[in-house]
């Protein structure tokens, strides 16, 4: 980056890229690994302490559970995990949101998730293309076997919505 003078335009966007795909990489690395307190805690334990942790002064996050959260196979809690994480990497980086909250609820075999904030918003249809972490949570929601549904308008914030009929015990 020394090396990078700013009369350089093209040097510099190489720099940048290069910086973005290191970014993306570690982020790649750090989704694959299992998070400890998971395996040991459970599913609403581990987004407890992941939601405390990333909260700030300038942001708000809750977590709500509705009925018994069942336990699920690991590999499962897992995806919701890093669904979760991703949808709100994605609240931190682009939202511009004060307040977020997380719903998890179960009921008669189905799983609901629910992730909003009350950021800036976007038009969905204006969109170019799912980013990364989008395709992620996507990809994710898939394995799981669900269905997802993602509302936004600008300056009326984000939901995500998901839902997760039989996921094993």
């Keep these: 980056m020394h090396s990078v003078h700013a009369d350089d335009p093209e040097a510099s966007a190489r720099v940048v890229n290069l910086i973005e795909e290191a970014a993306r990489e570690v982020r790649n690395i750090s989704h694959s690994l299992d998070p400890e307190i998971l395996l040991q805690e459970g599913l609403e334990y581990a987004l407890r302490a992941f939601l405390a942790k990333i909260s700030h002064p300038g942001l708000s996050i809750n977590l709500y559970t509705v009925g018994e959260l069942p336990q699920l196979e690991p590999g499962q809690e897992l995806l919701l995990y890093r669904i979760i994480q991703e949808a709100m990497n994605n609240v931190i980086r682009h939202a511009g949101a004060t307040e977020a909250l997380v719903q998890l609820g179960y009921d008669n075999g189905i ?58 015990a």
Excluded: C, W
């Excluded at 293309?129 to 009326?156: A, D, F, Q, W």
């Design 111 to 168: 799983l609901t998730l629910t992730v909003e904030d009350n950021g800036k918003g976007f038009d969905p249809a204006a969109t170019p293309g799912k980013g990364i972490g989008l395709g992620n949570m996507v990809t994710r929601i898939n394995l799981l076997k669900g269905h997802y549904e993602i509302s936004s308008r600008p300056g009326e914030g984000t939901s995500i919505y998901a839902e997760f009929a039989g996921l094993k």
